[in-house]
């Protein structure tokens, strides 16, 4: 069964920029799945959770 981690996305940004690896390299490297997708968090759109 799969695990949930969270993760820092923008030091993580920051680290692969600094790496000039490519986004497989990197992910292999530190263990994540490169087609794992940043959830955002800011939206233009309103959640239907908000009033």
Do not use: G
């Amino acid at each position: 069964m799969a695990t949930y981690q969270k993760y820092n996305w923008p030091e993580l940004f920051e680290a692969f920029e600094q790496s000039e690896l490519s986004q497989t390299a990197f992910c292999k490297q530190r263990n994540i799945n490169p087609k794992l997708k940043q959830h955002q968090h800011v939206t233009d759109k309103p959640s239907a959770f908000c009033r």
